[in-house]
């Protein structure tokens, strides 16, 4: 078992070495261009990750056969005082979460070959997205905290290399950049969590620590656990460490269908799941994670619903569906978090990829440039209604499980109180309540968009027709588990639909879809959004936070840097230059002498001798 998990998380990995080694080269020896499919860095990002897809699922099956953890021992690292162990734990979590990534991973990397045809730059670019399935699997996969940590960076330098693929845009550099940054800035905290823990409970090891957290001290698993949540808020884009996610949709779009649905932004929620006694141990860092999780599915679903750029519109989505989860977790609800983590993997890599073959057909990204679409893109529009259909959580389809099991433990929590460890009372009603607000306001988007895009008269010159078969085809696919994927929960009593939450779920559903429908039947060709008056320039920067940090954060630091840099040059390098300006006028004074005439020396000489007589004689 241990080994088939090793070769899933290790064969992208291969792929992404040879990726990077051989290049293009290796499309000539291969046929060259007989088909994308004879195209060597193709072959080599495709065929690893299809391997890791079947034997993930092998893994995913024995334990659902056989549950319970398995564990297995690399070697042991001595640091002269915690040890570091590398090794691997599967259990039923991280099988489920190990099988989704591959999935996504696989029809990123399939929708890729034909969405990035042409660039000289997809060898190293299918190589980083190898690399970035692969460190997210040795996250999911990884039985120590500092392996697991060696993952989350790795995922970090992926996205900084895939947001900024097509680097000469400074639009697309300076997302990475930030990206980059503002995910380091929470890493720092993470890596201190990760310290405090594993020094705590004398091991680093995530099972031992899961098990001794009721036993640490408070303050240590209250630290530790706030520390932690630093790194998920970077990394699963919560408030205040956002940001960086809906400027990273300037890179590929299916790297963002990657990030979004199955690396990096996952992996926050994924590790609160994996160490969830280490929160339940403390309840402040619980209360904490509720209150960052209703800013955020609020405050993203209303940035969402007046954005122009189709791509932000799913980016702010993302960071309030992982909000949502993140509710899910702080009311106790891990199974329901842990089923909207994959219900949301399938639906948002369906939407994004849906939504590049939008752009690749209308040249554009913003939703003013669509209309009347579903005629030409039957095969993505038929998909991409299914992926809202989820995302607002319509009934059958997969959101509508998922989001109804997590309403339903926060409305118990609210009325009755969560498992014990969950958060105070106060905290689980404003949990409750920003859920509900929340399934409101996602309909609204997710209806705006779709009448937008596939409604009314066509607002482009292009042709509507389907893209390639590779980017349709894998649609399609995809719209198959995002569709039927809810059915899989009615196995466990705590994630089937309930009838109240279902009835109040659906009723906000037909008043935020309806009322976005209302708006839009009154004159198609204008949108929606234009009902929002004066806070629509608000709800568009997402209330202004970046001005605000560049205001409080940016600003400062650029002006303490000036005055680093003139002092710099005013003192550091004034001494500096002034020493070596002083050495070189003193060599020209004691160069004078020596300047390799013999008449000069011989002058000198006689000079001296003359000198030295004269004083003899004078003396004497």
Do not use: N
């Given at each position: 078992m241990i080994w088939l998990a090793s070769l899933v998380a290790l064969l992208p990995f291969l792929a992404a070495f040879a990726g990077l080694l051989s290049g293009p080269s290796l499309t000539r020896?291969?046929?060259g261009g007989g088909g994308p499919l004879r195209n060597g860095p193709a072959l080599i990002a495709c065929v690893p990750v299809g391997v890791s897809l079947v034997l993930s699922a092998i893994v995913a099956f024995a334990v659902w056969r056989d549950?319970?953890?398995?564990?297995?021992?690399?070697?042991?690292?001595?640091?002269?005082?915690?040890?570091?162990?590398?090794?691997?734990?599967?259990?039923?979590?991280?099988?489920?979460?190990?099988?989704m990534v591959c999935c996504v991973a696989l029809a990123v990397q399939v929708y890729s070959v034909a969405y990035m045809k042409g660039d000289r730059r997809y060898s190293s670019y299918a190589a980083f997205v190898s690399m970035f399935t692969s460190a997210m699997l040795l996250v999911v996969y990884s039985g120590d905290l500092l392996v697991l940590y060696v993952g989350w960076e790795v995922m970090g330098i992926c996205s900084y290399f895939l947001i900024g693929h097509h680097w000469e845009e400074r639009a697309n550099s300076r997302a990475a950049v930030k990206a980059f940054l503002v995910t380091r800035l929470g890493d720092a905290g993470f890596l201190i969590g990760v310290l405090v823990l594993g020094a705590g409970a004398g091991t680093f090891q995530i099972g031992a620590v899961v098990q001794k957290a009721a036993t640490l001290p408070d303050a240590t698993v209250t630290a530790g656990a706030l520390l932690l949540l630093a790194g998920v808020a970077g990394k699963s884009a919560q408030f205040p460490l956002h940001t960086w996610l809906p400027d990273a949709m300037a890179g590929p779009t299916p790297v963002s269908a990657l990030i979004h649905a199955a690396t990096m932004v996952a992996a926050g929620v994924y590790v609160v799941a994996r160490v969830y006694e280490v929160f339940a141990a403390a309840s402040a860092a619980l209360a904490v994670l509720g209150v960052i999780a209703v800013i955020s599915m609020v405050g993203s679903a209303l940035a969402a619903l007046a954005q122009d750029d189709v791509k932000r519109v799913l980016a702010y989505s993302t960071i309030s569906q992982l909000a949502v989860m993140a509710a899910a977790l702080a009311v106790g609800a891990k199974s329901a978090a842990i089923f909207h983590l994959l219900t949301h993997g399938a639906f948002k890599a369906l939407l994004f990829l849906a939504a590049g073959c939008v752009i690749v057909v209308a040249g554009s990204t913003l939703l003013a440039q669509y209309g009347g679409l579903r005629r030409g893109m039957p095969v993505t529009f038929w998909s991409m209604t299914v992926g809202l259909a989820a995302l607002a959580g319509v009934p059958p389809f997969s959101g509508w499980f998922s989001k109804d099991s997590v309403i339903e433990a926060a409305q118990h929590a609210a009325l009755h109180g969560g498992?014990?460890?969950?958060?105070?009372?106060?905290?689980?009603?404003?949990?409750?309540?920003?859920?509900?607000?929340t399934a409101a306001l996602t309909a609204a988007y997710a209806m705006r968009a779709w009448l937008m895009t596939f409604f009314g008269e066509p607002r482009g010159t292009y042709e509507m027709r389907e893209p390639s078969r590779f980017m349709s085809w894998t649609v399609a696919v995809l719209a198959v588990p995002a569709a039927i994927l809810g059915f899989f929960g009615l196995g466990a009593a705590e994630l089937r639909p309930h009838a109240g939450s279902t009835v109040l779920a659906s009723l906000l559903v037909v008043l935020g879809g309806g009322a976005a429908f209302l708006v839009w039947n009154r004159d198609p060709a204008l949108d929606p959004a234009?009902?929002?008056?004066?806070?629509?320039?608000?709800?568009?920067?997402?209330?202004?936070?970046?001005?605000?940090?560049?205001?409080?954060?940016?600003?400062?630091?650029?002006?303490?840097?000036r005055q680093v840099v003139r002092f710099d040059g005013r003192r550091v390098d004034a001494a500096v230059v002034g020493s070596g300006r002083a050495a070189t006028r003193l060599g020209g004074v004691l160069r004078v002498p020596r300047n390799g005439n013999a008449q000069t020396y011989l002058t000198g000489l006689l000079a001296g001798v003359v000198v030295i007589v004269a004083g003899v004689v004078i003396l004497l």
């Open positions: 020896l291969l046929g549950p319970g953890p398995r564990t297995g021992l690399l070697t042991v690292v001595e640091t002269g005082s915690v040890p570091i162990r590398v090794g691997l734990q599967v259990d039923g979590l991280a099988a489920v979460v190990g099988l498992p014990s460890g969950t958060v105070p009372g106060g905290v689980a009603w404003l949990v409750y309540l920003g859920l509900l607000l234009r009902l929002l008056g004066r806070v629509r320039p608000v709800f568009a920067r997402a209330f202004y936070v970046d001005e605000l940090y560049a205001l409080a954060v940016v600003r400062p630091v650029l002006a303490l840097a």
